[in-house]
């Protein structure tokens, strides 16, 4: 089964390889969409990838951090790699993508909670 990943932090990917932690995870596409020219969120999106890459140990796991403002980078990654299944996590900056995702009605979608760590 293929999954793909959408996430924006650590604490998202951390909450996901929690949930896909009693799953049979083989193949694993991990996409971090980020703002362009934001350093900041390149870097977490970055840290995110590296946590993925450390918790799925035993899956074929790709990471791919994306620099695009479009709100659409999962779709346009989904359309490519049509993943069996689409996991983001529940954070703000992410809703601009779940959106897009469960507006295209092509994948089933399964949004994770991530802790509120404030």
Known sequence: MHRLVGTDSVHATAAICDYLEDELVDDVTIVAPVEPG?????RDGQEALNVASVRLVGADVETELREDGSGSVLCEVA????PDEVIVGSSDVLEPERRAL?????????????????
């Open 102 to 118: 469960l507006e295209a009605e092509r994948w089933p979608v399964v949004v994770v909670p991530v802790p509120d760590l404030e």
């Open 79 to 82: 359309a490519t790699i049509e």
């Open 38 to 42: 934001d350093e900041t969120a390149r």
